[in-house]
């Protein structure tokens, strides 16, 4: 059997990007996890850099790494706490970290160094973040600590499906429990609307991510 193909048009992939940053005015954070689901971790940030996007979110710290290395000015978040023992390679390749256990929050404040964190919130998918009733909690704890609180996130709480209040449910968690603005905009070839969020007080920024792992923030401080 020959080989599987899978080709990319360049100036499409180019195009949806820049619609993004013209709907949202704000940062683009563009998931490469999983070799940009299969596309290409290097040719999906090369292409991305090319308009000016600069920060990439990652599922381990070996595709952060990687793009780290090949593009050492670029911003990656990591999308999930990886395991204590990796803390070192974080620091050293100045990874942002996604948040949202009391071990490994209290691993990080350990060391006394300075780490840029983002705390996810579990509005319904149940795969990982710290539940609504533990926000105020985690939030204190950070802000108190050594660590930088540079954004807050959350999942929606079912994937692949439009049944249901997938849509409206989670930015409503999320808005209940973070104080935050929920607006909505049309993403390029999606028939739906999803819900993107503005933070209120000009003290975070916010990364969200849809169903499909296309993100919708990257958002700076918004004054409402």
């Not at 940053?21 to 996890?33: F, I, M, P, Y």
């Not at 997938?166 to 390029?188: K, Q």
Request: net charge positive.
């Amino acid at each position: 059997m020959d080989r599987g193909y899978i080709y990319v048009n360049k100036k499409s992939f180019v195009n949806n990007l820049k619609y993004l940053s013209q709907v949202s005015k704000k940062k683009t954070c563009l998931v490469v996890k999983a070799n940009a689901y299969g596309h290409g971790i290097e040719w999906s940030v090369r292409n991305a850099k090319e308009i000016g996007v600069e920060w990439f979110a990652v599922a381990s710290i070996d595709e952060g790494i990687q793009v780290k290395q090949a593009f050492k000015d670029s911003r990656v978040l990591l999308l999930a706490e990886p395991s204590v023992s990796q803390i070192d390679n974080i620091l050293k390749n100045d990874l942002d970290l996604t948040v949202y256990s009391d071990s490994f929050i209290d691993a990080l404040i350990d060391t006394g160094n300075e780490y840029n964190v983002h705390l996810k919130i579990d509005t319904g998918m149940h795969r990982i973040g710290c539940s609504p009733e533990k926000f105020d909690y985690f939030l204190e704890k950070i802000n108190d600590s050594n660590l930088s609180l540079a954004g807050i996130c959350t999942h929606f709480p079912l994937a692949d499906t439009d049944k249901g209040d997938t849509r409206t449910l989670a930015p409503t968690r999320l808005r209940d429990n973070v104080r935050i603005e929920v607006i909505s905009f049309r993403m390029m070839g999606m028939a739906r609307t999803r819900p993107s969020l503005r933070i209120k007080k000009p003290l975070l920024t916010l990364s969200v991510q849809a169903g499909t792992d296309v993100p919708l923030g990257g958002h700076a401080p918004y004054l409402g």
